[in-house]
């Protein structure tokens, strides 16, 4: 076991998170306990007080000589909660570019590797606004703010289904996102492939998020079993 930058040994914890080091073929989470293969992985720290960080196995898996080599990945450590969640064979970053994931932690680019595309697009053309985060959802306030303005333009550019499913006593539905552990009570628009919406976001293991803005609301990107996320 190697860890790379700011110490070396085997690293006790991360954050919230207790690491133990055992004779298993996978990482796993139990609780608080995240269980690591002794041998043949290593860990690169991903923040400054190591609360989160990437574990690569140490050699790349068998592959075709013509494409990245790619390596069993995870990441992990604490939230708001202790998680672990595998990630995909290689990094697929914007514009189609695959990049194998050592590449990117020594690039300094983990975390705009997993930031949903649309998000980023968002970020650089309306910059103003801040970015909320409720564990793998990343959600950005809309440029329109008025929802009939709001759906005669997604309509323009994609399919659009709009649910707003008002209950007899008059609080809105709770939508599922992407088919994961997070709800939405609120209005949301299916916007193609993305989910815009405007209310309360709920995952186990997570404070509730408010959002008072209609925002895009996107799943972390190279997640491995995103509907299974941690």
């Not at 990482?27 to 995240?34: E, H, L, M, V, Y």
């Not at 494409?67 to 990630?87: C, I, M, N, S």
């Not at 697929?92 to 697009?121: A, H, Q, T, Y």
Request: net charge negative; charged share 30%; hydrophobic share 35%.
């Amino acid at each position: 076991m190697k860890l790379h930058y700011q110490q070396d040994g085997e690293l006790k914890k991360a954050g919230l998170a207790t690491l133990k080091y055992d004779k298993v073929k996978s990482p796993s989470r139990k609780g608080n306990i995240i269980t690591i293969p002794d041998n043949g992985w290593d860990i690169f720290q991903l923040l400054p007080d190591f609360s989160e960080f990437l574990l690569l196995k140490s050699e790349p898996e068998e592959s075709d000589s013509r494409y990245t080599e790619h390596r069993k990945a995870w990441f992990g450590g604490t939230d708001e909660q202790p998680f672990l969640v595998e990630l995909t064979e290689n990094a697929n970053m914007s514009e189609g570019e695959c990049k194998d994931w050592l590449e990117v932690w020594k690039c300094g680019e983990f975390f705009d590797s997993i930031k949903p595309e649309i998000i980023g697009r968002f970020e650089k053309h309306y910059g103003k606004e801040k970015t909320l985060r409720q564990g793998d959802m990343f959600c950005y306030p809309m440029p329109i703010q008025d929802w009939d303005k709001l759906l005669c333009v997604l309509e323009s550019v994609a399919t659009l289904h709009f649910m707003k499913a008002c209950k007899p006593n008059g609080f809105y539905g709770s939508s599922q996102l992407y088919k994961t552990r997070h709800y939405i009570d609120g209005d949301v628009a299916i916007w193609g492939d993305n989910v815009v919406g405007k209310g309360t976001i709920k995952a186990p293991d997570h404070s509730p998020l408010v959002l008072n803005k209609i925002c895009v609301i996107a799943q972390t990107r190279n997640l491995n079993n995103p509907e299974k996320a941690d």
